[in-house]
Nanobody, 116 residues
């Protein structure tokens, strides 16, 4: 079983920065894509950013130019560097991993709150 654990959430003022980390453990083989999604209260879960095993990245329109996803070279995982944060970035951020045959796996989520 694949386990994903997110860390790095918290409270930050608008304009500030945060870095989220996601570490994969357990059956962490064959992961094709890892990424981040977020869900704000009363809204649907939405794409933040993804990165493939060969480093192709994709970003949601609302975070392009402000967020950067990268692979964590120290372990099987991904980082999300968030800059110029806005109050509308407030949400629970979920780590995701996709493996062929097994499908999607999700972390438990980490809260990011941006105060105005």
């Amino acid at each position: 079983q694949l386990r994903l654990v997110e860390t790095g959430g918290g409270l930050v003022q608008a304009g500030g920065s945060l870095t989220l980390s996601c570490a994969a453990s357990g059956s962490a083989f064959g992961i094709n894509v890892m990424g981040w999604y977020r869900q704000a209260p009363g809204k649907q879960r939405e794409l933040v950013a993804t990165i493939t095993h060969d480093e192709i990245t994709n970003y949601g329109d609302s975070v392009k130019g402000r967020f950067t996803i990268s692979r964590d070279t120290a372990k099987i995982g991904v980082l999300l560097r968030m800059e110029r944060l806005k109050p509308e970035d407030t949400a629970v951020y979920y780590c995701n991993a996709y493996r062929p045959w097994y499908g999607d796996s999700w972390g438990q989520g980490t809260q990011v709150t941006v105060s105005s």
